[in-house]
C-alpha cells in the first residue's frame, strides 16, 4: 500500500509539474504527459515496472472511444463508411505492405515481416483523438478522415490478433490464451474458446445486440431509478458501471473493449442522459489517459536504446517516414487539401499503443523474437513520443498551406439554438455573452486564421462561408431560434439576411450593420434587431465627455439614454423613408423628416439637463411640440417619436 502511494504521489507530481509547462511552452498536453514518463523512466524501482499500470491506464482510451461515441450520432457514424472501409482499408493495407517490404530487406523472412507490418500499421488512438480534441480539429475534414481511419484500426486489431497465432515459426510453448484488444491479461476468450466457428459467430453478435438494447430500452428507468436516491455520486457509478460493463463484455468475447464502448457511446448519442454521462466520465477519461501516457514515456527502454541509438531512431523515423507516404498519397487520392491533408499525413504517421499489445502477443506465440520484440516496443515508444511533435509540425505547414478560400469547409456536427455568422471582435463577444448564460452555440467563419485562434482558446467554431445555402443549413437553420448576422462584408450580410429570411420567415435575425444606410438595407432584407457596431460604444465615450464637464454621472447616464431612445427610434422612422440607391441628400421627404427628428431630439436633451428652462420663445422649442400638452403625458406625438422604445428592425 505504501508503494502504491509512492508510486501514485510521484506519478501525480510529475504531471502536474510538466503538463502545465509544456502547455505554456504550446506542446500541447500530451507531450507534457510523455516527457514526465521519461523522467520517471531513470528512477529505480519506478522506472521499470509500469506494465501493470499501463494496463489499468489503458481504461482512459476506453472511456475516451465512449465518450467520442457519445459526440456521434449513428447516422452521422452511416455517413462515415466510404471512410472507414475505403480510406482506412487502404491505409491498414498499403501501411503494412510496405513495411513488410522493408522488413524483408533487413533480412526478415516473411512470416515475422508480416507481423511487423500489421504492428507499425496501426496508429495512436489514445494520442491522436487527444491532440484533435485539445485544438478543435475533430469537426474539420483531416480531423474526421483521420477519426475513421483509427476507429478502423480498432476494429482491425481483432483479424491480426487471430492472424498473428498463424504465423508463428515454432509451437508458442505454452501459451494457452492472448491478450484481449486492450492489452487485458487474462481470459479474454473465455466465453468463445473451444465453440465452433459459427458459435463464436453468434455469441459475438449477441453481445453486440445485448449492448445496443440495453442502450435503448435500460438506461431511462436505471437513470429513473437512480435519480430517487437523491445522491450526486450515484450518477457517477452509474456511468463508470456503464463503461466498465461493456468493456469487460466485449472482453470475454474477444472483442476490442475499446470498440464496444464506442458502439455504446454512439447508441447513446441521442438520449437524454448523454451531458450527464459526458460530465461525470470527463475527469476519469483525463487523469487515465494521463496516465497512461506517462507510462508510455516510462516504458521507454532507454538500455536497448543506447546499444544502437542510431540504429533504432533511424527505424523510427523510417516507419514515420513510409506511414506519412503512403498517408500522403491517400490524402491526394481522396482529395483532401491543404491543412486537411497535412493534418492527416502527419497526425497518423506515428505507431500506436495497440501496437504494445500486438508485440507482446506475437512474442508469446513464437512470431518474434524477444531481441526483435524489444526493439520493436521501444520504435513504439519514440514514434508516440514524437507525435507532437509533429502535430507542431502540422500548425506550421497549415499556416503556409493555402489561402482559407482554397480549403474545404468543416463538416458541422451539431446543432443549438443560436447560429453565429461571422466571429471578429464583434461575434466573439455575443458569443461569449450567450454562451456564459449556459446556451450552445453554432459558430461559423469564412476566415480559417480566425477559427484557428478560437480553438486555441477552447472556442469552438466550424471553417465554412456562411453565405452558402448548404453551410447555412448544415449549421441548422432549419431548427435554429436566432441567427446572428456578424460578418465584416455588409453585402454579405445582407445576403444572407435575405436568404435566411426567405427559408425561414420566423427565425429571429440579429444583425451588425456598418453604418445608418446599411441599417436600412437590412431592415429592408428582413433583419429582426440592428446593432449600428460603432454606436453603443460612441454613446458612453458621450457620456465621459459630459461626466467630465461637469455632470453628474447619473445626469450624463440619462443624457445618455435619452439620445439612445431618441436616435434609434429617429432612424426606425427614417428606414421607412429611405429610397434603395438614391442618396439619402436626394431624397427630400427623408431629408425634411430627419431635421425634424434631430431638432426634436435637441429639444429634448435640453429639457432633461434643464427641466426648468423656459423653452417658449428660446431656440430650443420644438415647432411640432402641442404648447398646451401635459408635459407628464408620456405618449409621444409626432416630432417627438424619439420617446418612444422600440427594438430595431
Do not use: C
Not at 30 to 43: D, M, N, S
Not at 398 to 427: K, Q
Amino acid at each position: 500500500m505504501e508503494s502504491f502511494l509512492i508510486q501514485a504521489t510521484l506519478y501525480l507530481g510529475a504531471a502536474v509539474v510538466a503538463v502545465p509547462l509544456a502547455a505554456r511552452l504550446g506542446l500541447g498536453s500530451v507531450l507534457g504527459y510523455l516527457l514526465a514518463g521519461v523522467v520517471i523512466g531513470f528512477i529505480p524501482a519506478f522506472g521499470s515496472d509500469t506494465e501493470d499500470l499501463r494496463h489499468f491506464a489503458e481504461f482512459g482510451v476506453v472511456m475516451m472511444l465512449f465518450l467520442i461515441g457519445l459526440e456521434l450520432e449513428p447516422r452521422a457514424l452511416w455517413d462515415m463508411r466510404d471512410r472507414l472501409i475505403g480510406l482506412g482499408g487502404l491505409q491498414i493495407s498499403m501501411t503494412t505492405a510496405a513495411i513488410m517490404v522493408g522488413a524483408m530487406a533487413f533480412g526478415l523472412t516473411w512470416e515475422p515481416a508480416l507481423a511487423v507490418g500489421l504492428i507499425f500499421a496501426l496508429s495512436s488512438t489514445a494520442i491522436v483523438l487527444q491532440t484533435l480534441s485539445e485544438k478543435g480539429l475533430m469537426q474539420t475534414p483531416g480531423g474526421r478522415s483521420t477519426f475513421s481511419v483509427l476507429l478502423t484500426q480498432d476494429i482491425a486489431v481483432i483479424p491480426m490478433l487471430a492472424l498473428l497465432p498463424l504465423l508463428a515459426l515454432a509451437p508458442a510453448g505454452g501459451a494457452d490464451h492472448a491478450e484481449g484488444a486492450d492489452g487485458a491479461h487474462g481470459t479474454a476468450l473465455s466465453l468463445v474458446e473451444g465453440l465452433p466457428g459459427w458459435g463464436v459467430t453468434l455469441v459475438t453478435l449477441g453481445a453486440v445486440a445485448a449492448v445496443i438494447l440495453t442502450g435503448i430500452y435500460l438506461t431511462r428507468p436505471v437513470f429513473r431509478y437512480i435519480h430517487h436516491a437523491h445522491l450526486r455520486e450515484m450518477y457517477t457509478a452509474l456511468a463508470l458501471l456503464v463503461v466498465a460493463a461493456v468493456a469487460v463484455l466485449m472482453g470475454l468475447v474477444g472483442l476490442s473493449p475499446a470498440l464496444g464502448t464506442f458502439l455504446a457511446g454512439v447508441v447513446l448519442a441521442n438520449s437524454e442522459f448523454r451531458h450527464e454521462l459526458e460530465s461525470d466520465l470527463q475527469p476519469f477519461k483525463g487523469l487515465l489517459l494521463g496516465l497512461f501516457f506517462i507510462t508510455v514515456g516510462a516504458g521507454i527502454n532507454f538500455h536497448v536504446l543506447l546499444t544502437a541509438p542510431l540504429t533504432i531512431i533511424g527505424l523510427t523515423l523510417g516507419v514515420i517516414a513510409i506511414k506519412g507516404v503512403i498517408l500522403y498519397i491517400l490524402a491526394l487520392a481522396f482529395r483532401l487539401r491543404g491543412r486537411d491533408r497535412w493534418l492527416f499525413t502527419l497526425g497518423l504517421a506515428q505507431a500506436g499503443e495497440f501496437g504494445f499489445v500486438l508485440v507482446s502477443f506475437s512474442l508469446q506465440q513464437n512470431v518474434l523474437g524477444e531481441s526483435l520484440s524489444e526493439r520493436l516496443l521501444l520504435i513504439v515508444a519514440l514514434s508516440m513520443l514524437v507525435t507532437p511533435l509533429l502535430f507542431i509540425l502540422f500548425e506550421w505547414l497549415g499556416r503556409n498551406s493555402g489561402r482559407s478560400e482554397d480549403l474545404p469547409p468543416d463538416t458541422i456536427d451539431r446543432h443549438g439554438p443560436v447560429i453565429i455568422a461571422g466571429i471578429g471582435r464583434f461575434g466573439q463577444v455575443v458569443n461569449r455573452l450567450v454562451q456564459s448564460a449556459g446556451v450552445s452555440t453554432v459558430v461559423l467563419d469564412h476566415n480559417m486564421d480566425t477559427i484557428e485562434t478560437m480553438r486555441k482558446f477552447g472556442t469552438s467554431g466550424f471553417f465554412g462561408d456562411p453565405t452558402r445555402p448548404d453551410i447555412l443549413h448544415a449549421a441548422g437553420i432549419d431548427t435554429a431560434e436566432i441567427l446572428v448576422i456578424a460578418l465584416d462584408d455588409p453585402k454579405a450580410a445582407i445576403q444572407l439576411t435575405n436568404y435566411a429570411r426567405k427559408v425561414r420567415p420566423d427565425i429571429h435575425i440579429v444583425a451588425r450593420a456598418y453604418d445608418r444606410v446599411h441599417t436600412y438595407e437590412l431592415y429592408q432584407a428582413g433583419a429582426n434587431d440592428i446593432v449600428r457596431e460603432m454606436f453603443d460604444s460612441s454613446l458612453r465615450a458621450g457620456r465621459y465627455v459630459l461626466e467630465n464637464l461637469g455632470l453628474s454621472q447619473f445626469e450624463a447616464a440619462e443624457a445618455e439614454m435619452t439620445f439612445y431612445h431618441g436616435d434609434r427610434a429617429s432612424v426606425r422612422e427614417l428606414a421607412e423613408l429611405w429610397k434603395p440607391g438614391v442618396p439619402v441628400a436626394n431624397n427630400p421627404e427623408y431629408v425634411a423628416r430627419a431635421r425634424q427628428l434631430n431638432k426634436a431630439l435637441e429639444t429634448a436633451l435640453v429639457q432633461h439637463l434643464n427641466p426648468g428652462r423656459d423653452t417658449a420663445g428660446g431656440h430650443d422649442r420644438d415647432p411640432d411640440r402641442d404648447p398646451d400638452r401635459d408635459p407628464k403625458d408620456s405618449t409621444p406625438e409626432k416630432g417627438t417619436s424619439y420617446q418612444v422604445k422600440w427594438r430595431e428592425p
